[in-house]
């Protein structure tokens, strides 16, 4: 059984810093997609950043560009999110997904796998 398992989120004022993390078991992702989507309250979950494992490239949201930062650790099986100088925007349930696809995956549809979601609330 597969699983993702994220962490980190919290309350954080703006200009701070959250690392979530993403663990997966049951399955390698050794080669695959991964991303990270967000919602807000009263919104449809978007797209904020994508890794494919295997080569590390990353690819973002242009709303988090230079700001959050995608990376992974092959040994943890873990996939993280930095994000940096957060905005009260950024307030939002953030989901890990991994796919059984290759590349950088942009689509919700393109994902097999979810996590539950961690909150992340910025405060002004």
């Known amino acids: 059984q597969v699983q993702l398992v994220e962490s980190g989120g919290g309350l954080v004022q703006a200009g701070g810093s959250l690392r979530l993390s993403c663990a997966a078991s049951?399955?390698?992702?050794?080669?695959?997609?991964m991303g990270w989507f967000r919602q807000a309250p009263g919104k449809e979950r978007e797209f904020v950043a994508a890794?494919?494992?295997?080569?590390?490239?990353?690819y973002y949201a242009d709303s988090v560009k230079g700001r959050f930062t995608i990376s992974r650790d092959n040994a943890k099986s873990t996939v993280y999110l930095q994000m940096n100088s957060l905005k009260p925007e950024d307030t939002a349930v953030y989901y890990c997904?991994?796919?059984?696809?290759?590349?950088?995956?942009?689509?919700?549809?393109?994902?097999?796998?979810w996590g539950q979601g961690t909150q992340v609330t910025v405060s002004s």
């Open positions: 997904a991994g796919s059984l696809r290759i590349g950088l995956l942009t689509m919700e549809f393109a994902y097999d796998y």
């Open positions: 049951g399955r390698t992702f050794s080669r695959n997609a």
């Open positions: 890794i494919n494992w295997g080569s590390g490239t990353t």
